[in-house]
């Protein structure tokens, strides 16, 4: 019988309700069944949650729709892939250590390239991802593992309260897609609990794309211990605000377009690193507006296509934009100065 939402009991209690269901089998004769019992071997939690979601009502589109609630976390050996208009909630506020969070783990020997990844519902169906959600949430992945990749579509979608961590060098720690849904308290920190503080080459904490992102608020969100704090390729519209970078080598890139890149109070701490603009697909069409500060007592610096650098402020207003002669800063505290 389908279901709006389903409730994921701990995982010790799903364990003896395998085991109960063996020993009733096995009591009328049907011994083959399993050859082994939970004790035994792992379950497997990605193949447990891909048939949980099964249960869950229908969408017009053939995907299954609806929220399925964790009381616990859960070990998963590859990726656990969901369907299009999934959501996934913790039973509680995730914290920054899995051990009283709801949420996932990859353990050693993960198979896969990300911990969590939700569907297309077809091959050329990029901003329809309606009802997807993450919430409460706290997912330790491994080295080079990524983390979440995440798709989303409209208000009825969303990403509140989620904790990434562990997925070290090489990885992106949140991979966000789709059009016009918020994220909210996101902290991305390819260290985990207790590892060294220091940036891990090639980690990303946030990766807008691969396609063209749309109208997506980021709100409160944190980078830690990643060469790249948030990176864009195609996106139009965006809004961040209240973005914090520790640890963090190069807070902003952007790799092909900016058209209406809007960052509010940016507070960027341990790094010369401002902004790097590594193309400007149509600089004429272009706008980034930034103003937040360099929390080390130390001007930022941000780099152009061209390569050239300009230095800001300790504390900066700034609109960077584009006209025929290419891509330009224009410091509005400077302007606002007699």
């Given at each position: 019988?389908?279901?709006?939402?389903?409730?994921?009991?701990?995982?010790?209690?799903?364990?003896?309700?395998?085991?109960?269901?063996?020993?009733?089998?096995?009591?009328?004769?049907?011994?083959?069944?399993?050859?082994?019992?939970?004790?035994?071997?792992?379950?497997?939690?990605?193949?447990?949650?891909?048939?949980?979601?099964?249960?869950?009502?229908?969408?017009?589109?053939?995907?299954?729709?609806?929220?399925?609630?964790?009381?616990?976390?859960?070990?998963?050996?590859?990726?656990?892939?969901?369907?299009?208009?999934?959501?996934?909630?913790?039973?509680?506020?995730?914290?920054?250590?899995?051990?009283?969070?709801?949420?996932?783990?990859?353990?050693?020997?993960?198979?896969?390239?990300?911990?969590?990844?939700?569907?297309?519902?077809?091959?050329?169906?990029?901003?329809?991802?309606?009802?997807?959600?993450?919430?409460?949430?706290?997912?330790?992945?491994?080295?080079?593992?990524?983390?979440?990749?995440?798709?989303?579509?409209?208000?009825?979608?969303?990403?509140?309260?989620?904790?990434?961590?562990?997925?070290?060098?090489?990885?992106?720690?949140?991979?966000?897609?789709?059009?016009?849904?918020?994220?909210?308290?996101?902290?991305?920190?390819?260290?985990?609990?207790?590892?060294?503080?220091?940036?891990?080459?090639?980690?990303?904490?946030?990766?807008?794309?691969?396609?063209?992102?749309?109208?997506?608020?980021?709100?409160?969100?944190?980078?830690?211990?990643?060469?790249?704090?948030?990176?864009?390729?195609?996106?139009?519209?965006?809004?961040?605000?209240?973005?914090?970078?520790?640890?963090?080598?190069?807070?902003?890139?952007?790799?092909?377009?900016?058209?209406?890149?809007?960052?509010?109070?940016?507070?960027?701490?341990?790094?010369?690193?401002?902004?790097?603009?590594?193309?400007?697909?149509?600089?004429?069409?272009?706008?980034?507006?930034?103003?937040?500060?360099?929390?080390?007592?130390?001007?930022?610096?941000?780099?152009?296509?061209?390569?050239?650098?300009?230095?800001?402020?300790?504390?900066?207003?700034?609109?960077i934009e584009g006209n025929s002669r290419g891509v330009e800063v224009i410091d509005l505290q400077k302007m606002r100065k007699p």
């Amino acid at each position: 019988m389908s279901a709006p939402y389903i409730f994921i009991p701990s995982k010790e209690e799903v364990k003896a309700e395998i085991l109960a269901a063996k020993e009733t089998l096995e009591k009328y004769g049907v011994a083959d069944w399993c050859s082994c019992s939970p004790t035994d071997e792992p379950i497997d939690w990605a193949g447990y949650f891909e048939g949980i979601q099964k249960q869950l009502n229908k969408s017009g589109s053939g995907q299954h729709t609806g929220t399925i609630v964790l009381t616990d976390w859960y070990p998963l050996n590859r990726t656990l892939v969901l369907d299009s208009h999934v959501e996934l909630k913790g039973a509680f506020r995730a914290k920054h250590h899995l051990g009283s969070s709801c949420g996932f783990k990859a353990e050693e020997g993960f198979e896969g390239e990300w911990v969590l990844e939700w569907k297309q519902p077809k091959k050329t169906a990029f901003y329809s991802n309606f009802g997807a959600g993450i919430r409460n949430l706290h997912i330790e992945s491994r080295d080079g593992i990524n983390g979440v990749c995440f798709r989303g579509a409209q208000q009825s979608a969303g990403v509140d309260n989620l904790v990434v961590r562990g997925f070290g060098e090489n990885a992106v720690g949140i991979k966000l897609g789709g059009d016009t849904y918020s994220v909210r308290d996101v902290f991305s920190d390819a260290a985990k609990g207790g590892g060294d503080s220091v940036a891990r080459d090639g980690a990303v904490a946030f990766e807008l794309g691969s396609k063209r992102v749309y109208s997506l608020r980021l709100e409160n969100i944190t980078s830690h211990n990643c060469e790249t704090g948030l990176k864009w390729g195609d996106a139009h519209q965006i809004t961040i605000e209240n973005f914090e970078t520790e640890l963090t080598t190069q807070p902003l890139v952007c790799t092909w377009d900016a058209r209406g890149i809007n960052i509010r109070n940016g507070c960027f701490r341990h790094t010369k690193n401002l902004l790097k603009l590594e193309k400007i697909r149509w600089p004429s069409e272009s706008r980034i507006k930034i103003d937040g500060m360099m929390a080390d007592n130390s001007p930022g610096e941000i780099v152009l296509p061209d390569g050239s650098q300009i230095t800001t402020p300790k504390s900066f207003d700034l609109i960077i934009e584009g006209n025929s002669r290419g891509v330009e800063v224009i410091d509005l505290q400077k302007m606002r100065k007699p």
